[in-house]
């Protein structure tokens, strides 16, 4: 096996549609086509959103579209963690905060971009 993982990541905020029918098929083709896992991440850290009926129709969905996985996680399982790793990064001066406007962030995504990048 690889070390491609593949992340399907829907949110339990509602009903999935077929963009994320599209994105999640790509997803899980391009791991298991370069012999890759498969995690299902569930994005369930909007708690005053999220609704566990929306993580079971996931999974039926899925399924429903032939979509396997080798792991599964619930976000809100994994905060400790998270958290934990923000803290580390914070404490050996790796993370800071943004004090960016809404606004700030905006104008950003039209700011001109350079042509240089490197493949992954």
């Known amino acids: 096996m690889s070390s491609i993982v593949g992340r399907l990541a829907p949110s339990p905020t509602g009903a999935l549609h077929l963009g994320h029918a599209r994105s999640f098929v790509l997803a899980w083709w391009a791991a298991r086509a370069a012999k890759g896992r498969v995690v299902l991440r569930i994005e369930d850290l909007d708690t005053a959103r999220a609704d566990t009926r929306y993580v079971d129709l996931a999974r039926r969905d899925l399924e429903w579209l032939g979509l396997d996985w080798d792991e599964e996680h619930l976000q809100t399982h994994t905060l400790g963690r998270l958290n934990q790793a923000v803290s580390q990064l914070v404490d050996a001066?790796?993370?800071?905060?943004?004090?960016?406007?809404?606004?700030?962030?905006?104008?950003?995504?039209?700011?001109?971009?350079?042509?240089?990048?490197?493949?992954?």
């Open 93 to 120: 001066g790796l993370a800071y905060p943004c004090v960016c406007s809404r606004g700030d962030i905006k104008r950003a995504q039209s700011a001109p971009h350079s042509d240089d990048f490197r493949e992954v």
